[in-house]
């Protein structure tokens, strides 16, 4: 075996790297054996030499077989895997899971913790009390033949290396690296077990891909690498110049019951709704479930209407140790940005917002912190709405007062209201893999 020091040099050089050096660095990395700081550097060459394809590939199945793989051959067909490539605000895992799962799709998902501005779906969940985002092999296989659903985060247990690299990747700005990035959701998405994966790759200022060509090729590189793994990866680019909707732990998962129950939605949360059922139509189509994505659109909605995504949504927090209608954390000062100017919204920065609640407490800054689950950023009007002076654009949740006073400052320069109209941009920007 080389020495980690090798490793280290062969990448920070550009020199090749065999899968047996992945083997060596998964291994190391999801058993503990190789420190941190080695670990950081070589996230660090592998950012300034990136990987080739065949070495995303090798580095995608070391780090799936760094732990177990579900066995799901015993639990219903279809089984559909959701993934998103992060954004802020991007809570549509909580709602398009029960909508497939409420129309006959398996669903066994592995997801992650917040990664720099962009939040995580672990970290949602354990906003709510009891939740239990820690399962093994055996209860996720268990959950989903009883429900339909089950979620974990990376375990010890299930693709540990990307436990660990996820980690490190957070805090030494190694985020934003397309074969990073692929092999960490590929190896989560193989040890996970579905074979056909519906991904979501966010392209925009709140994301890593901040513009179009960028997210192409991510999409392209996933659908490849996924391809020669023995994935079926479908893919939609979808908006995120401007965050969907609130941003904050609590606040996430309260907007998504909110869709999930049928309330009145505001215009903001109506965007995510919308995303939502774009992205459940796709995997229903995927599924083979519907004839297109459309009519897979009009499955879900009806899903979302009839009350039967809520429905599964409430048996899936329950079996997970939790409950839909918890009471929530929530933070003890609040703040209401209103509009000065009348116009409409045209620009609504999600970086700035992003970097906001990470700034009042809602993501890490290293490794070790705590989040708080209660602080965020509600977004009250998206692009393209017309607000006049007094409407209500951002409410502000802070643990303390001078959190406030700093994120309405930023919160500020992060909007733009213009005097004419402006159209609403699509969401989903691009889902022909054909085009790629
Ligand atoms: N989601 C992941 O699981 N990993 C990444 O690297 C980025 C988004």
Redesign the pocket.
């Known amino acids: 075996m080389r020495t980690v020091a090798n490793l280290i040099a062969d990448r920070r050089d550009g020199i090749v790297q065999p899968y047996d050096d992945f083997v060596q660095l998964s291994s190391g990395a999801a058993g503990g054996t190789i420190p941190d700081y080695q670990l950081a550097a070589w996230l660090m060459a592998a950012y300034l030499k990136p990987l080739t394809l065949q070495e995303t590939i090798d580095l995608t199945r070391a780090m799936a077989e760094s732990g177990d793989k579900l066995d799901l051959r015993a639990l219903p067909l279809p089984h559909v895997d959701k ?4 954004g802020v605000g991007d809570k549509a895992t909580l709602i398009v899971l029960p909508i497939l799962a409420a129309s006959g799709v398996t669903c066994v998902k592995m ?2 913790r917040g ?1 720099g501005i ?1 939040g ?1 779906t672990i970290d949602k969940l354990e906003s709510v009390p009891g939740f239990n985002t820690s399962l093994s092999p055996l209860q996720m296989v268990e959950q989903a033949n009883r429900i339909g659903i089950a979620l974990s985060g990376q375990s010890p247990a299930l693709a540990p290396a ?1 436990k660990a690299l ?1 980690s490190l ?1 957070d805090v030494t700005q190694t ?1 934003g690296s397309v074969p ?2 692929v092999s ?2 590929l190896s ?1 998405k193989l040890a996970g077990g579905s074979k056909t994966i519906v991904l979501d790759v966010k392209c925009g200022s709140g994301a ?1 891909m901040t513009g179009l060509k960028e997210a192409r090729l991510l999409s392209n590189w996933l659908i490849q690498v996924g391809q020669a793994l023995g994935l079926d990866c479908r893919v939609a680019i979808s908006d995120m110049d401007q965050p969907l909707g609130a941003v904050g732990n609590a606040l996430e998962v309260r907007q998504a019951r909110k869709i999930l129950s049928g309330e009145w939605v505001d215009p903001g949360t109506a965007r995510v709704r919308e995303l939502c059922l774009l992205l459940a139509g796709e995997a229903l189509w995927a599924a083979g479930l519907c004839g297109d994505a459309s009519e897979g659109y009009g499955k879900a909605q009806e899903c979302l209407e009839t009350g039967l995504a809520f429905k599964k949504a409430s048996a899936w927090f329950a079996a997970q140790g939790g409950s839909l209608d918890a009471e929530l954390p929530t933070a003890p000062n609040m703040m209401v940005l209103r509009a000065t100017c009348s116009g409409w919204v045209s620009r609504i920065e999600a970086e700035t917002v992003g970097r906001v609640v990470v700034n009042l407490g809602g993501g890490r800054m290293v490794k070790s912190d705590v989040i708080d689950p209660s602080v965020g950023v509600e977004v009250h009007r998206p692009v393209g709405e017309k607000v006049s002076v007094g409407d209500a654009l951002f409410t502000i949740h802070s643990r303390d007062l001078a959190g406030l006073e700093e994120a309405r400052k930023t919160l500020l320069s992060s909007i733009v209201v213009q005097e004419q109209p402006c159209g609403s941009p699509p969401l989903i920007l691009d889902h022909d893999v054909s085009t790629f």
């Open positions: 993934h998103s490539t992060g997801s992650g990664l962009t995580g990307d996820y990747r985020v990073l990035i960490s959701i989560k890593f």
